[in-house]
């Protein structure tokens, strides 16, 4: 009898996972995912060319970045900055205005104070005219105030975060985008930050990590596993119980669904989005079928189940669909 290789580094799980014959598909997951910066047109270019287009969100709104560089702008500074600032207007223009905290002599009839009195004074207003699809801050500067470095630094802060937000791909935005990404590849989510990924996808993973490690600090690494009989077992166990996982949380959210319609009636549209969930996940399972083989029955079996109790509970008979 053969013994088998023992297993005693990273290097030696890898190799034996990818030892043998062709894979059937690969472990992914990333690291070094922090100080992310990417042209946002680029990232969006590169996503759309491997067919990830929907990974990406939507471009945040002008006014949502001027708002993200004001709160990032401020947090930059410590407990003992004088400088403060205080969104005025949301009409046709977005505008924070500028405060700092000063000693005042003279009171609001121009009199002199026996003690200066300490008082936030707006002495500048950053803004952005909200018509426009791509505006560049105005600062206006009150024209009887004195220079100060800390104020101007926190503008010219504000004006450069705004303008990294609109234009760059950063952290948040772009690991989003890599776990989006994997569902569209049709990964399954073994735990957190890592996915098991069909070997159908494997070549725009490879483009993946290409375009991410060419822009960023970030590295994707994939272990090939393949297609021995101890792999296949191991992988058909992970997929049909991370399906079942799945099916529980939808499970577990059209019964609290279900539980709140005594307060108030469910459209026709949120019950058919559910109900429509069910038929996609049941739909991701047959993808899967090569990988699942037997448990695939049982999964189908599992969705239907539990798609149909939520139809019953909610509806009170079994259609296939509501009326939209």
Request: glycine residues 6%.
């Amino acid at each position: 009898m053969t013994t088998p290789t023992p297993v005693r580094s990273l290097t030696d799980l890898k190799h034996h996972l990818a030892g043998g014959t062709a894979p059937i598909g690969a472990l992914v997951y990333w690291r070094g995912i922090h100080d992310v910066r990417i042209a946002r047109a680029a990232f969006r270019a590169a996503f759309d060319a491997m067919g990830l287009g929907k990974a990406v969100g939507r471009d945040p709104k002008p006014e949502a970045c001027l708002n993200m560089a004001a709160g990032v702008a401020v947090r930059r500074r410590d407990r003992k900055s004088t400088a403060k600032v205080q969104l005025k207007t949301k009409d046709t223009h977005a505008v924070y205005a500028v405060l700092m905290r000063r000693d005042v002599t003279t009171g609001a009839l121009g009199e002199t104070l026996q003690e200066p009195r300490i008082r936030y004074i707006e002495e500048a207003r950053v803004g952005i005219d909200r018509k426009q699809s791509n505006p560049t801050p105005q600062v206006v500067t009150a024209s009887n105030v004195a220079q100060d470095d800390g104020r101007d630094e926190l503008i010219a802060d504000m004006v450069r975060e705004y303008h990294d937000v609109m234009g760059c791909i950063r952290t948040q935005e772009a690991s989003e985008a890599l776990m989006l990404a994997m569902s569209l590849l049709g990964g399954l989510s073994l735990r957190p930050g890592v996915y098991f990924v069909p070997a159908r996808s494997m070549a725009t993973v490879v483009e993946l990590k290409a375009f991410m490690e060419s822009q960023s600090s970030v590295e994707i690494v994939a272990w090939d596993i393949a297609a021995t009989d101890a792999n296949a077992g191991e992988a058909r166990r992970d997929a049909r119980a991370a399906f079942l996982d799945r099916v529980k949380l939808l499970a577990d959210e059209c019964r609290t669904f279900t539980a709140g319609l005594g307060k108030e009636e469910a459209s026709a549209k949120s019950i058919n989005a559910r109900i429509k969930r069910f038929h996609d996940l049941e739909g991701q399972t047959q993808l899967y079928a090569d990988i699942l083989g037997d448990y695939a029955t049982e999964l189908h079996s599992v969705i239907t189940a539990a798609r149909d109790t939520f139809k019953r509970d909610v509806l009170g008979f079994d259609d296939e669909a509501v009326a939209a």
